[in-house]
């Protein structure tokens, strides 16, 4: 393969299209095209600039991973943070440790707390028809409750599992910030250029 | 030295030489890469990242005899958070040398 100007931008390009806006890739573009052109002039070749730089693949998922973070940052989105995870993953396996599993564990955290928040907003009104089936004296299958206590018990249901919701909304919240703040502190020290060094 | 460890402090050591004097890409790269072995590609990305922070603005200026080249200058926030930076840095590297140095005399 040529190491030259043409194939290192032409991969970036290649790379970063559709990912990055037309004029911030654009931008990008321009300064590795002045530093191969500022180069040239100062005497050094294609090969040397190339191999200074690093590969472009690696330059490319740089750029690539840091405009996700900070797309993700801005719009919050699960589309957005997944992309943002999965981009930082392509760094290194260093991070499937420290990026995929806790990454995992908290979704499955969250879910599982929104999940029960749920369950027990919709076991509330359930509770509370069969209470009232019972109080009438309808016979509804055995519940372990008198039926008066089982009404506030069901209203105290669907109260904890609102609150559970809304508590579940706040931590995703927190986490999804939290949650970026670290991937940005991970790429400014862990790089996708450990192969090229 | 570990090339995470050096990206690590790449940041500040490009605030610290465009603290000096405002540069163009190629020029602030070789500055650094004078010093510091490390793939000079990561420094552009790095850029845009301060750019789009607001540490860094950029201008165009002509060159003698080539096209205009563009400049990157360091922002009001950009000296802050250089003088910041640059403060942490000291201190974190007086603790080390002194922990270092503390080793030594020991081993003797």
Redesign the interface.
Known sequence: MLQNEQEFIRIIRSRLEGTLPKDELDDIISDYSEHFMIGKANGRTDEELWSSLGSPEDVAREIRVMHLVKKAEDVRSCRNIFHAVVATLGLGLFNLVFVLVPFILLVMMLLFVFIMGVLFTVLGPVTFVYSVLQLLGIPSFAIWLSPLAGLFISIGMTTFGLLMIIGDYYLARFFYHAGIQYLKWNISVITGTERSA | MN??FK??IL?ICVLAVLAQKDC???EL?SEI?KRID?????I??L???LK?VGHVTTYLQESAG??P??YYRLTESGRKEEHEQKEEWMRFAASVNALLEGKNDAAE
């Open positions: 090339i995470q990206k690590g940041e163009y890409g190629y790269v890469s490390i793939s000079e590609g990561t552009y990305p850029l845009h990242r789009d080539g096209p080249r563009k």
